[in-house]
């Protein structure tokens, strides 16, 4: 596709969090700017019982990513969570995700966080090269995921501390970003997108189409 140029359509913000949120449902989380998660990957409108927000928030720790899920459907997770590692293929479940690139020029290197409804996680450094694309299994975010299930809905939160990788940014910069969400399974399976990634076959995995996310303070 086309590298995207900035404007208000792929711009969202990260707003300045005076203290760490802890707690799924604090005010502070109220006054994030909501990041709408309304369409499939193919730039088709999802359904409103498959659509989603997310909303970010930055302070001196790291970046705060809570999505919001409207669940109407059988959930799509592991019988046993395995929440004290990694848990590769979590991609196949039910699943929130974020791509995260410091700095506003389109990414060959980015990395992938996943975090799903019962607290199992995933972090993925990638590189882009010629030859395709090299992920970094063993690659060590630190990150952290609290999530609940609820009547109608799912909360999921993640915590993705700065590091000699991911460092903390200015107020006023910007990192590439795009959000997702993973629901379903079969031929009924969802993949939603902040900014679609219209390709042919679902995938992620497509940097001229992440948008920008701005930390405002």
């Known amino acids: 596709m086309t590298e995207q140029r900035i404007s208000k359509e792929n711009t969202a913000e990260a707003r300045w969090a005076d203290t760490s949120p802890r707690n799924l449902n604090e005010q502070q989380w109220a006054l994030a700017e909501p990041i709408f998660l309304q369409k499939y990957w193919s730039g ?3 359904p409103a ?67 799903a409804p019962n607290g199992e996680w995933l972090d993925i450094r990638i590189r882009l090269t010629a030859e395709g694309r090299i992920s970094d299994w ?15 809905r799912v909360l999921i939160s993640m915590f993705i501390p700065w590091s000699s990788e991911i460092p903390k940014p200015s107020a006023g910069d910007a990192f590439r ?8 399974s079969g ?3 969802g993949y ?7 390709t042919e076959e679902p995938s992620f995995h497509v940097p001229e189409a992440f948008g920008w996310l701005r930390f405002e303070k």
Not at 177 to 184: D, I, K, P, Q, S
Not at 192 to 198: G, I
């Open 44 to 46: 088709e409108k999802a």
């Open 49 to 115: 019982d498959r659509q989603a927000d997310a909303r970010a928030l930055w302070n001196d720790e790291g970046l705060f990513v809570l999505f919001r899920c409207v669940q109407r459907e059988a959930l799509v997770v592991g019988d046993t969570p395995q929440t004290s590692r990694k848990v590769i293929g979590l991609w196949d479940r039910d699943v929130c995700e974020v791509f995260l690139a410091p700095g506003q020029a389109t990414p060959c290197r980015y990395f992938e966080f996943e975090a």
């Open 138 to 152: 063993e690659f060590k975010s630190g990150m952290s995921v609290t999530a609940s299930v609820e009547p109608d």
């Open 177 to 184: 970003a795009n959000f997702f969400r993973c629901v379903g």
């Open 187 to 189: 031929e009924q399976r």
């Open 192 to 198: 939603l997108a902040w900014q679609p990634t219209f």
